[in-house]
C-alpha cells in the first residue's frame, strides 16, 4: 500500500552515476529493462558500493532527469563528498515535493509502483500542484518484514 502527501524539503544535492536511457518515453517496458540492465551493471562492477562509501546516510537514490534533450538515469546518494569527474552532481531545489511512500518485494517493484502512483494517480488528481520538470527521484530507504520500503520524490509548483 502506498500513501502520498505534498511535502516542503530543504534544496540537497544527489551523486550519481548515470546512463541515458534510449528507449522511447512511451516505451515503458524497454525502459524497465535499461533501467534494470544499468542497476545490475553498477552493482556487479563495484561502481554502487564505491557511492555509498561516501554517502551521508543509507539512501540509495534512482534519479530520472532530461539533460540535453537526453533521458538520463542515475544511482546515486546523498554526500558531501568530492568525487570524480564521471560523476553528474543533481541539485534537487528548495520547495513543495510530492512523495509517494510504499513498499515492494524488490527495489524495482518498489520504483515502479511509486512511479505508477506518482505519475499515474497523485500528480493528476492534484490540484494546487504540477510536476514542471526537473529531477525526480525513487529514495530505496532500507528494508523491514522481508519488503524494501521507500519513497518517490517530486518537485512540484502551484498551479
Same mark, same amino acid.
Given at each position: 500500500?502506498?500513501?502520498?502527501?505534498?511535502?516542503?524539503?530543504?534544496?540537497?544535492?544527489?551523486?550519481?552515476?548515470?546512463?541515458?536511457?534510449?528507449?522511447?518515453?512511451?516505451?515503458?517496458?524497454?525502459?524497465?529493462?535499461?533501467?534494470?540492465?544499468?542497476?545490475?551493471?553498477?552493482?556487479?562492477?563495484?561502481?554502487?558500493? *564505491? =557511492?555509498? +562509501?561516501?554517502?551521508?546516510?543509507? &539512501?540509495?537514490?534512482?534519479? %530520472?532527469?532530461? #539533460?540535453?534533450?537526453?533521458?538520463?538515469?542515475?544511482?546515486?546518494?546523498?554526500?558531501?563528498?568530492?568525487?570524480?569527474?564521471?560523476?553528474?552532481?543533481?541539485?534537487?531545489?528548495?520547495?513543495?515535493?510530492?512523495?509517494?511512500?510504499?513498499?515492494?518485494?524488490?527495489?524495482?517493484?518498489?520504483?515502479?509502483?511509486?512511479?505508477?502512483?506518482?505519475?499515474?494517480? *497523485? =500528480?493528476? +488528481?492534484?490540484?494546487?500542484?504540477? &510536476?514542471?520538470?526537473?529531477? %525526480?527521484?525513487? #529514495?530505496?530507504?532500507?528494508?523491514?518484514?522481508?519488503?524494501?520500503?521507500?519513497?518517490?520524490?517530486?518537485?512540484?509548483?502551484?498551479?
Amino acid at each position: 500500500m502506498a500513501t502520498y502527501t505534498f511535502e516542503e524539503k530543504d534544496s540537497f544535492i544527489v551523486i550519481g552515476i548515470g546512463t541515458e536511457l534510449k528507449s522511447d518515453y512511451t516505451d515503458y517496458a524497454g525502459i524497465n529493462k535499461e533501467k534494470q540492465d544499468f542497476w545490475r551493471a553498477v552493482e556487479q562492477d563495484g561502481r554502487l558500493d *564505491a =557511492l555509498k +562509501a561516501v554517502a551521508a546516510n543509507d &539512501y540509495i537514490f534512482a534519479v %530520472n532527469e532530461a #539533460v540535453n534533450h537526453k533521458m538520463m538515469y542515475y544511482a546515486g546518494v546523498m554526500t558531501d563528498a568530492s568525487i570524480p569527474e564521471e560523476h553528474r552532481v543533481i541539485q534537487f531545489p528548495k520547495g513543495q515535493y510530492l512523495v509517494v511512500k510504499g513498499e515492494g518485494k524488490t527495489a524495482d517493484e518498489l520504483g515502479g509502483m511509486l512511479t505508477g502512483i506518482a505519475f499515474g494517480q *497523485a =500528480l493528476p +488528481a492534484a490540484d494546487h500542484y504540477a &510536476y514542471v520538470g526537473g529531477p %525526480n527521484a525513487t #529514495v530505496e530507504m532500507g528494508q523491514r518484514d522481508g519488503l524494501v520500503y521507500g519513497e518517490m520524490w517530486i518537485p512540484v509548483v502551484n498551479k
